[in-house]
């Protein structure tokens, strides 16, 4: 199986009578498929459907739809004056000359004000024309998403081989730890020989005694269980790469699970070295951690 990233990016130039429009696509981590639109106003329909063409392809992330529109230059654009609202300004004006000393208003000052010019295309009440545009841009869109899928799908194949990477990391450190613990009850036996010795010299403990107290603390330190528990988390999480579907939070809830026995063989760890190496896969387990954040 192919694992598909939830980053992404593609660009797409549509071309409708001799105007450029542009459709970018951005998609980023997210515990949830968040859809996020920029479309001019008066694209509601199309927004409809690019929305429904995207929940076919993407399940998780956070996905901005940019839609760029032509330049004000290349539209053939007639231009009106809105006087109503050309009047109201005047009155602004008028009222703050009465509380301010301010010049009157220019005319180039007055045409500057956002909304007094409307610039309308020529084409923008011809209906066969918006429908055909919005046929043209969602020809667009589609071939955007196909492009997006593509570098998704890229980045799913090399995060594909940095998980294996390390799920070779870890069952490493997890041999290197089962060596330790297979050494752990005659050490045990030993170090508490040594830290009772004082005691011996002053007074009578029998062997037996002495053995059912070692017996006690290994038990209380025996991290075997642990170890058996990664090792079953290595292979879910190769059993899971070779499923179709969307696996990133099954492998996220594995994450949690190899982060927890660790802890818990770290809690319970009295030597050195095996402290050493539950160290060592916490932090290949948070680099894990970080890469599944990645995948959809």
């Keep these: 199986m192919t694992l598909i990233s939830m980053t992404g990016f593609a660009r797409?130039?549509?071309?409708?009578?001799?105007?450029?429009?542009?459709?970018?696509?951005?998609?980023?981590?997210?515990?949830?498929?968040?859809?996020?639109?920029?479309?001019?106003?008066?694209?509601?329909?199309?927004?409809?459907?690019?929305?429904?063409?995207?929940?076919?392809?993407?399940?998780?992330?956070?996905v901005i739809i940019t839609l760029t529109p032509p330049t004000k230059n290349n539209f053939k654009s007639a231009v009106s004056i809105n006087y109503e609202f050309l009047d109201r300004v005047i009155e602004f004006y008028k009222e703050i000359q009465q509380k301010?000393?301010?010049?009157?208003?220019?005319?180039?000052?007055?045409?500057?004000?956002?909304?007094?010019?409307?610039?309308?295309?020529?084409?923008?009440?011809?209906?066969?024309?918006?429908?055909?545009?919005?046929?043209?841009?969602?020809?667009?869109?589609?071939?955007?998403?196909?492009?997006?899928?593509?570098?998704?799908?890229?980045?799913?194949?090399?995060?594909?081989?940095v998980i294996l990477g390390f799920m070779v990391k870890i069952q490493d450190l997890v041999s290197q730890a089962s060596n330790l613990a297979a050494l752990q009850p005659p050490q045990?036996?030993?170090?508490l020989k040594q830290m009772l010795a004082p005691l011996l010299e002053l007074s009578t403990i029998s062997e037996e005694r002495l053995a059912q107290e070692a017996a006690f603390l290994t038990l209380k330190c025996d991290v075997r269980e642990e170890l058996d528990r990664l090792s079953s988390h290595i292979k879910a999480v190769e059993n899971l790469l070779q499923?179709?579907?969307?696996?990133?939070?099954?492998?996220?809830?594995?994450?949690q699970e190899f982060m927890r026995e660790t802890n818990t063989m770290n809690a319970k760890s009295a030597d050195m070295a095996l402290t050493k190496i539950t160290l060592e896969l916490k932090g290949t387990i948070e680099q894990f951690r970080e890469q599944v954040q990645n995948i959809e």
């Excluded at 010019?117 to 429908?131: A, C, H, R, V």
């Design 243 to 255: 499923e179709e579907g969307n696996i990133g939070r099954k492998l996220d809830f594995l994450c």
């Design 100 to 161: 301010i000393p301010v010049d009157p208003p220019r005319l180039d000052g007055l045409l500057s004000v956002r909304g007094v010019l409307e610039f309308k295309d020529s084409l923008d009440d011809n209906l066969d024309y918006q429908e055909d545009l919005q046929r043209t841009l969602l020809e667009g869109f589609k071939k955007a998403l196909s492009s997006l899928i593509v570098m998704k799908k890229q980045e799913g194949e090399y995060l594909h081989k």
């Design 188 to 191: 045990r036996y030993e170090k």
């Design 12 to 62: 797409e130039e549509v071309v409708h009578h001799q105007q450029n429009w542009v459709w970018e696509l951005r998609s980023v981590n997210g515990k949830q498929l968040d859809i996020k639109f920029r479309l001019p106003a008066g694209f509601d329909d199309l927004e409809i459907k690019t929305r429904t063409e995207l929940l076919n392809q993407c399940k998780r992330g956070t």
